[in-house]
């Protein structure tokens, strides 16, 4: 091979397998971030306060991160291309009921069902990659590639929220219809995977739901109800002892959904703490400043939407360079810049005077979408790096799980604090200000157990 080969995407049917991976992650990530701007306008037809609102984002991502490990099992199991048909299928089938919800609670359980295609979804995608493309250097920039979908996913999202939801907040769910068509008709001509059969682990599954799930509702009722109430107690002790129990099923399994060599590897732990650490900022300040933007400044989906193209357009410009900057100056370094660029924009906005134009806002973001392209497309490589190609899926999907569950966390905690009486601009300062020591941390994790090697 010469120096030149890793340049290109590899053979036509490698090729074919990446654009069907990207179209996949394009799909689960718009729907991350399409439904904030609309948020408000869904309120306004189907009720609810605030927490009705971080269960339509929260419905998504928590199932996301509950079947996430288990998908990664599953796409070990059947096959890469299999599973990932089977979750694009799920995915735009309840996309469509959630364009037809009659009512928010059936919206909820619908984004319970988008969540769960989208859950198999992310793991097979980063497989299908894996086993496409088996060299190093290669695969880093097959992966670039691949976080182009969710690169551009992010950037159009808010605006296309925007556009779409001054129409109907029903369509933000019907585009997904045409892309995953489109994503279902590439996969046939995608190159086959391979399968490794091993039992399902069910108990693992089971506690893994009821822990997420429990964690999730005792942070979004703790908000509205307080921390000593009857309900919020008991779903934080269902948590505790679903934690505990799973990872004594998982330690005691012949075949754990969460295998515990994986987290022998310090590169491995610090993946999965940094993808949860990011998460909490890029996914948290979408969902509170959509809020903010819409009741506070009172400005449109539409124009609330403008304000995030900034912040996601760096992400997409800058995606393409990511691999070539990593080759010269090393994964890590890349890591903890784009941290502490998350740091300093996330200090900045909830430090920023109430007085300050929407521009300034807009440029501060941009230190955050910075941190889109300069920290995860690197984690991952070097997470894929750190395991064998037949753990692939399973690593990717506690990867992604760890990344979800900081999504969820972060929404039902800021909702909290929204829904405080010190008010809505109180609420946003101390949300992105959490979020900002949880960024110093990541920091901190990417410089003591990142391993480029």
Same mark, same amino acid.
């Given at each position: 091979?010469?120096?030149? !080969?890793?340049?290109?995407?590899?053979?036509?049917?490698?090729? $074919?397998?990446?654009?069907?991976?990207?179209?996949?992650?394009?799909?689960?990530?718009?729907? &991350?971030?399409?439904? +904030?701007?609309?948020?408000?306008?869904?309120?306004?037809?189907?009720?609810?306060?605030?927490?009705?609102?971080?269960?339509?984002?929260?419905?998504?991502?928590?199932?996301?991160?509950?079947?996430?490990?288990?998908?990664?099992?599953?796409?070990?199991?059947?096959?890469?291309?299999?599973?990932?048909?089977?979750?694009?299928?799920?995915?735009?089938?309840?996309?469509?009921?959630?364009?037809?919800?009659?009512?928010?609670?059936?919206?909820?359980?619908?984004?319970?069902?988008?969540?769960?295609?989208?859950?198999?979804?992310?793991? *097979?995608?980063?497989?299908?990659?894996?086993?496409?493309?088996?060299?190093?250097?290669?695969?880093?920039?097959?992966?670039?590639?691949?976080?182009?979908?969710?690169?551009?996913?992010?950037?159009?999202?808010?605006?296309?929220?925007?556009?779409?939801?001054?129409?109907?907040?029903?369509?933000?769910?019907?585009? +997904?219809?045409?892309?995953?068509?489109?994503?279902?008709?590439?996969?046939?001509?995608?190159?086959?995977?391979?399968?490794?059969?091993?039992?399902?682990?069910?108990?693992?599954?089971? #506690?893994?739901?009821?822990?997420?799930?429990?964690?999730?509702?005792?942070?979004? !009722?703790?908000?509205?109800?307080?921390?000593?109430?009857?309900?919020?107690?008991?779903?934080?002790?269902?948590? *505790?002892?679903?934690?505990?129990?799973?990872?004594?099923?998982?330690?005691?399994?012949?075949?754990?959904?969460?295998?515990?060599?994986?987290?022998?590897?310090?590169?491995?732990?610090?993946?999965?703490?940094?993808?949860? *650490?990011?998460?909490?900022?890029?996914?948290?300040?979408?969902?509170?400043?959509?809020?903010?933007?819409?009741?506070? &400044?009172?400005?449109?989906?539409?124009?609330?939407?403008?304000?995030?193209?900034?912040?996601?357009?760096?992400?997409?410009?800058?995606?393409?360079?990511?691999?070539?900057?990593? !080759?010269?100056?090393?994964?890590?370094?890349?890591?903890?810049?784009?941290?502490?660029?998350?740091?300093?924009? $996330?200090?900045?906005?909830?430090?920023?005077?109430?007085?300050?134009?929407?521009?300034?806002?807009?440029? #501060?973001?941009?230190?955050?979408?910075?941190?889109?392209?300069?920290?995860?497309?690197?984690?991952?490589?070097?997470?894929?790096?750190?395991?064998?190609?037949?753990?692939?899926?399973?690593?990717?999907?506690?990867? +992604?799980?760890?990344?979800?569950?900081?999504?969820?966390?972060?929404?039902?905690?800021?909702?909290?604090?929204?829904?405080?009486?010190?008010?809505?601009?109180?609420?946003?300062? #101390?949300?992105?200000?959490?979020? *900002?020591?949880?960024?110093? $941390?990541? &920091?901190?994790?990417?410089?003591?157990?990142?391993? !480029?090697?």
């Amino acid at each position: 091979m010469t120096t030149r !080969e890793p340049l290109t995407i590899g053979t036509r049917a490698s090729g $074919l397998t990446l654009l069907t991976a990207l179209l996949g992650f394009f799909l689960v990530t718009l729907d &991350a971030v399409i439904v +904030n701007v609309a948020l408000p306008r869904i309120r306004t037809d189907l009720g609810g306060g605030i927490q009705g609102l971080q269960w339509v984002v929260d419905g998504y991502t928590l199932m996301f991160a509950a079947f996430l490990l288990s998908a990664g099992s599953l796409v070990d199991r059947i096959g890469a291309k299999r599973a990932f048909g089977i979750g694009t299928a799920v995915f735009v089938l309840a996309s469509a009921a959630c364009g037809l919800a009659p009512g928010l609670t059936a919206l909820v359980i619908f984004r319970f069902a988008q969540g769960a295609g989208a859950a198999v979804i992310m793991p *097979a995608s980063m497989a299908l990659i894996a086993q496409a493309y088996p060299d190093p250097a290669c695969r880093a920039r097959a992966v670039a590639w691949w976080a182009m979908g969710g690169a551009v996913a992010s950037s159009a999202g808010p605006l296309l929220g925007g556009a779409l939801t001054v129409l109907s907040w029903r369509l933000i769910f019907l585009v +997904n219809i045409p892309v995953g068509i489109a994503t279902l008709a590439l996969l046939t001509r995608s190159a086959r995977s391979s399968r490794h059969r091993v039992p399902f682990d069910w108990t693992g599954q089971v #506690l893994a739901v009821t822990a997420m799930a429990a964690l999730t509702f005792a942070a979004i !009722e703790a908000g509205a109800a307080g921390l000593t109430d009857p309900r919020v107690l008991i779903a934080a002790g269902l948590a *505790a002892v679903a934690i505990v129990a799973f990872v004594a099923v998982q330690r005691r399994a012949d075949h754990p959904m969460t295998p515990p060599d994986l987290f022998t590897s310090p590169t491995v732990l610090s993946a999965i703490a940094i993808g949860f *650490a990011f998460m909490v900022g890029y996914y948290g300040l979408p969902f509170v400043m959509s809020l903010y933007l819409q009741q506070q &400044a009172g400005l449109s989906a539409l124009s609330t939407g403008i304000v995030f193209m900034p912040m996601m357009l760096v992400g997409l410009v800058l995606t393409p360079f990511g691999p070539r900057v990593v !080759e010269r100056l090393g994964a890590r370094p890349v890591v903890l810049l784009g941290l502490t660029s998350m740091t300093l924009g $996330l200090t900045g906005i909830a430090l920023l005077p109430r007085t300050a134009p929407v521009s300034v806002l807009a440029v #501060l973001m941009v230190l955050v979408g910075f941190a889109g392209p300069t920290v995860i497309p690197p984690v991952i490589a070097l997470l894929l790096r750190a395991v064998p190609v037949h753990r692939a899926g399973t690593a990717s999907g506690i990867f +992604n799980t760890s990344r979800q569950l900081g999504g969820a966390l972060a929404v039902a905690v800021f909702g909290a604090f929204l829904n405080t009486p010190s008010g809505l601009p109180a609420g946003v300062r #101390l949300s992105l200000l959490t979020a *900002a020591v949880v960024s110093v $941390l990541a &920091a901190v994790t990417a410089l003591a157990g990142l391993r !480029e090697k």
